[in-house]
């Protein structure tokens, strides 16, 4: 469905609407009435829209019923490591965003590339019997690293490349459009893991400045939404992202270090880990943040082979 086809909104409104950004009913839905009138709109004509968005996408309540066979269809993926996997209550889990994040060479490249082998894999062995998407805004996607880790896991390093289908985001609103592309390509081809990599580098890099903050996270918190809905709960699919740390002078103690796009990233994330690096190959992970998880960290390897227990 088109953004045109909701009541009130014609060519006009609807021009302005995706001159905003906003160019999806999902987009619309999840929008304030505030956010709407940013764009130029009036307060009865943005509440109109709005709400009729949300009911063409029939927003709203579930019986607890439904949802807990919603969460029955619930996957795990394996990492790979059996004490990683651990930490995320048995693998990393679909219909819901994992954040890796952590300092440059933590590892969450590493992971991403094997989860995009590792999706595919059947489902006895850790795998989701699925494809992978792969949205690389750092260009670090390597496709002999994927041959190496398909190997050690007994697959056939050309079709595994074959099944992960690979795009570079040029900046902030070309990866917002791939997470698009990537809800419609997964209704195709059974993609049960779409990767990014990274969510905020774009978004950090464009928005400089105090006064584009607000701007940039709701860009960022727009785009989330798109992973949530679109992609992990749609497609019953893993959303891994990965985020880069910055300096933060207001702690003392303890890592001075924190997650980019703060609480916008942080909210819509199911599952934050905090990866570190460790002597050697050995990294630390760090579950911060789950539903129904305690906070714990392990360890884990970055081999030839891939991501294996210490
Ligand atoms: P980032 O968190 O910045 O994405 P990466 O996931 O790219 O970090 O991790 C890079 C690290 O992974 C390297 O410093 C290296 O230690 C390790 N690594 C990369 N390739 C291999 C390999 N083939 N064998 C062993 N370790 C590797
Ligand atoms: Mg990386």
Redesign the pocket.
Known sequence: MEIEELEGVGKAIAEKLKEAGYSSIEAIATASIGQLKDVGLGDAVATKIINSARDSLKMGFESGLDFLEKRKQVGKLTTGSKELDKLFGGGIETQAITE?F????????????QLAVNVQLPKDKGGLNGNAIYIDT?N?FRPE?IQ?MAEAAGLDPKKVLKNIQVARAYNSDHQMLLAEKASEIAGQNSVKLVVI??LTAHFRAEYTGRGTLADRQQKLNRHMHVLQRKIADLHNAVVLV?N?VMANPTIMFGDPTSPIGGNIVGHHSTFRVY?R?SKG?KRIAHLIDSPSLPESECVFE????GIIDA
């Open positions: 890796l952590g300092k440059f060479g933590s590892g969450k490249t590493q992971i991403a590339h750092e670090t690293r190496q990599d990274s990965t880069q990866l690096k190959n970055v081999t030839t082979g």
